[in-house]
């Protein structure tokens, strides 16, 4: 998303001839738009969200998230802080692909262990491949009993196939 | 190792802007950065506030690229080792700076100089040769999307996976582990674009939105990656790039 979405028209120097979007916002404009029927409540176990840096800190796809998540999950948890101000997964800029400093990362991820720990969720959505690995990691290295779950699964499971 | 001193020169120049020159000279080091950084709220080390990774590249324009190799070193640990560019900082910073896009241009002084970290200079080089990161080739590429639209299909007979389709409203694109070791995720996507009827296609040549030469602070690699995908984008007239997650 950074990359085609932010950057590369200025490195390569041209406005693209189409808009590159987050996935968040072609289902949340299709949730609106009645097109994607999900079934309500779907997801009963506590749940809380990853705000990707990207997606959300960058593209602004807070509401959009939410507005799927308050529709399929009936026990929806924040994490403080969370949004714009939520704190990075720990593996982003590449973290995934440099082992040579995955101790400082692991050390790193305290911070968001926190915060997942105390909202008590099962559950933690993430939006993001790189969010994916480094929510797994933090879950692992920090012991919380919470699965990790990319958004795209937590709803194609919700798809309400009569509606549709 | 010795320093090319000719090409850090020219890096360290064609880097400079307005921008940079400007965040470079006005940070104070005042440390409300600090609070910003999940490295410091996790492990609160002087080391560890986001002002101290401009340092190395201050270091390097103050004395001009006259170094020595222990600079470029610790340049390369600081800004690949000890932050995820998630700009989170930038938030806490009374001035606004770009602490992450100095990280990437710190980042890009060592790609310069030869220090590209070896796991993501292997995955640039797989980017540039398939148009992947994980080196799919386009056959197993067909195959997995064939194979992921028939499980669909059982499930939702009118589901359809258009390929190289002209004119369509959405371009999707993926990370290539839905193609490689999640085709699941692959499913999940295609099944979400059938239920809200979407109109999309995908590439058989550029499916992959990813970008490590972004990571790794390469620009010139990271432009022909972009590139690869932006011109087929624009080549199948579509009217918006879905990107992966």
Not at chain 1, 10 to 25: D, N, T, V
Not at chain 1, 77 to 97: I, S
Not at chain 1, 112 to 126: E, P, Q, S
């Amino acid at each position: 998303m950074k990359a085609l979405g932010f950057e590369a028209p200025y490195w390569l120097g041209r406005k693209f001839s189409f808009e590159a979007m987050p996935p968040i916002k072609v289902w949340a404009d299709c949730l609106h738009a009645g097109t994607l029927k999900l079934k309500p409540g779907f997801h009963a176990a506590p749940v809380t969200f990853q705000d990707s840096c990207n997606f959300v800190r960058n593209a602004g796809m807070y509401q959009q998230s939410r507005d799927l998540m308050s529709v399929v999950a009936t026990d929806f948890r924040e994490m403080h802080p969370h949004g714009n101000a939520t704190y990075c997964c720990g593996n982003g800029g590449g973290q995934g692909l440099m082992p040579e400093y995955k101790q400082a990362k692991i050390a790193a991820l305290k911070a968001k262990a926190d915060c997942i720990l105390a909202t008590g969720a099962k559950t933690v959505v993430v939006a993001c491949h790189n969010c994916e690995d480094g929510i797994h990691e933090t879950c692992k290295n920090y012991e919380l009993d919470a699965k990790v779950e990319l958004f795209s699964a937590y709803l194609a499971e919700a798809v309400d196939l009569q509606g549709n | 190792m010795t320093i090319d001193t000719q090409t850090l020169s020219r890096t360290l120049a064609d880097k400079a802007g307005a921008r940079l020159e400007m965040w470079l000279s006005i940070c104070s080091r005042c440390g409300m950065c600090a609070e910003g950084c999940h490295y410091y709220a996790s492990n609160p080390r002087p080391e560890h506030v986001p002002a101290f990774r401009v340092k190395p590249l201050v270091d390097l324009y103050k004395k001009r690229g006259q170094v020595d190799a222990t600079v470029l070193e610790t340049l390369r640990d600081v800004c690949y080792g000890t932050c995820t560019m998630c700009q989170r900082c930038t938030m806490y910073c009374p001035h606004g700076i770009g602490i992450a896009a100095l990280v990437h241009a710190a980042r890009g002084v060592a790609v310069a100089m030869g220090l590209t970290p070896p796991g993501l200079a292997k995955g640039l080089e797989n980017a540039l040769e398939f148009g992947n990161n994980l080196g799919v080739t386009e056959d197993d590429f067909l195959e997995t999307v064939e194979w992921q639209l028939e499980e669909l299909q059982e499930e939702m007979p009118f589901a359809r996976a258009p390929m190289d389709k002209e004119g369509a409203e959405f371009l999707l694109t993926f990370h290539p582990r839905d193609i490689k070791f999640y085709p699941q995720n692959l499913f999940n996507y295609l099944k979400l674009y059938n239920a809200a009827g979407i109109d999309f296609t995908m590439s058989s040549k550029a499916w992959d939105s990813t970008n490590l030469g972004l990571f790794a602070g390469d620009v010139a690699k990271a432009s022909r990656l972009a590139a690869n995908v932006a011109d087929t984008a624009e080549r199948l007239k579509v009217k918006a790039l879905i990107t992966a997650e």
